[in-house]
């Protein structure tokens, strides 16, 4: 027992069917030459970039022997003194000496 529906989709499928033959079937014939497209253009591109890249980098890491050098440590910093920096020392003024105490007659004092 078959519904109706499903009958109308066999013969559907039949007909469809029956409008493929063997030349629909067939391979298409090969492309004639070679053709250069923007894929391959842009893969040939890429490739010569990247070699370039490596030889680059070949040549900086390989011809410049100071470029991967690290460089020595720098002492830690100190305050500056005239002695480190070379530069003549500024002499101090010295202090003035005691002041003596001027003596002089007592006075005498008055009464009220």
Do not use: K, N
Request: glycine share 4%; charged share 15%.
């Amino acid at each position: 027992m078959t519904s109706p529906v499903e009958e109308r989709l066999r013969a559907a499928l039949a007909a469809r069917a029956a409008l493929v033959t063997y030349r629909d079937l067939r391979r298409d014939a090969p492309p004639q030459g070679r053709r250069w497209g923007t894929h391959r253009v842009r893969a040939v591109a890429f490739a010569v970039l990247g070699a370039a890249a490596a030889v680059a980098a070949v040549c900086v890491l390989a011809l410049l022997p100071g470029a991967t050098a690290t460089p020595d440590p720098v002492p830690p910093a100190r305050s500056p003194s005239p002695a480190h920096t070379g530069a003549p020392a500024v002499p101090t003024p010295a202090p003035a000496p005691p002041a003596a105490p001027s003596v002089s007659a007592p006075r005498p004092v008055e009464s009220p």
